[in-house]
């Protein structure tokens, strides 16, 4: 089976030589606080090189006061809506979104509401007649290279999203993990530039830009709403997340690895992008649409000829290729004609023989129909 609804990153990608490169010189050290409770906030030292490794990529200098440690993005989602949401109240997301974010929410008890996305994302109009009928306490958008669709808010909306959400007390959680999987062209600078609006939590992991196992992210805000997250019992109780993965990560970043590595990964994933753009013109041609992504890990497939990903993904199991239907990622249900493709998981050969499968599978399902 070739899946390519598999989000991750290729194993044989991920930088092991890297981490044992940095793991020697963290063992080595005199100083090992790194073993014992860390900062709530996270190791100063950490905040002060992940800052300096941020400012270049996102055009503007990071104050390290301004970040947050956390396991990861996932645990900086739960975080938030845990410390800044109540069970009963209410999160705005996009439609369709990242599928595994909303089941975050409604462990806590959040009710999730879905907002319809355009072409180039959220509209202002329809976010505003959203937050006044729902009255959410919370935001999740996924800002840049956005999980399914690839599509990227541009920065004239972006500040009107978060004026319209200052001025009804919403809260934004950006989910920016792919800000730094800018393959071509320059993107808009991260929503992370906007925490001064006392309105916008950014939030950013080193699974796409280094390892997930590492289960080590961030999130930036401001200090007033950092300082809610600083009074956590968890963090009374148990100190700083991650520490130890946090001090083998700032032997990465003051090094420059995680900089070299970082464009290593980009170049690998621009040239898959390529490939499984040609191979998609040559097996599937105009059985689907799409626009080339120029970031993030996905290709967003519409599907013609009235054809239903979710019956498509049950033929294209018999051919041993696999994808993530849009059904998956709608909280209304819609987007049945689309699904999703990761070209970040699986080197050429396998891209090249999946998308082959994938060719089959849809043209059996048409025979089918016709």
């Known amino acids: 089976m070739i899946d390519f609804g598999i989000g991750q990153p290729q194993l044989d990608q991920l930088p092991s030589d890297l981490l044992l490169k940095g793991a020697n010189r963290l063992f080595v050290s005199p100083d ?62 996009e439609d369709p979104t990242y599928f595994l974010a909303p089941q975050i929410f409604r462990d806590l008890g959040l009710k999730v509401v879905g907002v319809p996305i355009a072409d180039m994302g959220l509209e202002p109009e329809t976010l505003e007649r959203a937050i006044q009928e729902h009255r959410p306490k919370l935001l999740y958008t996924i800002p840049i290279h956005q999980n399914p669709t690839g599509v990227t808010l541009p920065q004239e909306r972006r500040e009107t999203m978060i004026d319209i959400c200052r001025e009804h007390g919403v809260l934004v959680v950006a989910d ?39 289960r080590l992210g961030w999130i930036q805000a401001s ?84 054809l239903d990903a979710d019956e498509l993904e049950k033929v294209a199991a018999t051919e041993a290729v696999g994808f993530r239907p849009g059904s998956k990622f709608s909280m209304s249900g819609r987007h049945r004609d689309f699904l999703r493709l990761s070209f970040a998981h699986y080197d050429e050969s396998a891209i090249t023989e999946g998308v082959v499968r994938l060719g089959k599978a849809v043209e059996l399902l048409r025979s089918k129909i016709l």
């Open 223 to 306: 200090q007033k709403l950092l300082a809610r997250l600083l009074r956590l019992g968890l963090l009374a109780s148990g100190g700083g997340l991650n520490p130890l993965v946090g001090s083998l990560v700032h032997k990465l970043l003051i090094s420059g690895d995680q900089d070299r590595y970082l464009s290593e990964l980009k170049e690998i994933y621009d040239r898959k992008i390529d490939l499984m753009d040609r191979l998609l013109q040559d097996h599937l041609g105009k059985m689907v649409e799409y626009v080339k992504p120029v970031g993030g890990y996905f290709f967003w497939l519409k599907l013609n000829g009235a």
């Open 176 to 214: 920016e993990v792919y800000q730094m999987l800018t393959y071509r062209g320059t993107p808009p600078p991260p929503l992370a530039r906007q925490i001064a609006s006392e309105t916008v939590f950014s939030v950013s992991s080193f699974s796409k830009i280094l390892a997930p196992g590492l």
């Open 32 to 93: 090992n606080a790194y073993l014992n409770y860390g900062p709530g906030q996270g190791d100063p030292n950490l905040r002060e090189a992940l800052a300096g490794f941020l400012g270049p990529h996102y055009g503007f200098e990071v104050d390290p006061q301004t970040l947050f440690m956390t396991g990861g993005a996932s645990q900086a989602l739960h975080l938030i809506a845990a410390t800044f949401a109540q069970a009963g109240d209410t999160v705005l997301v």
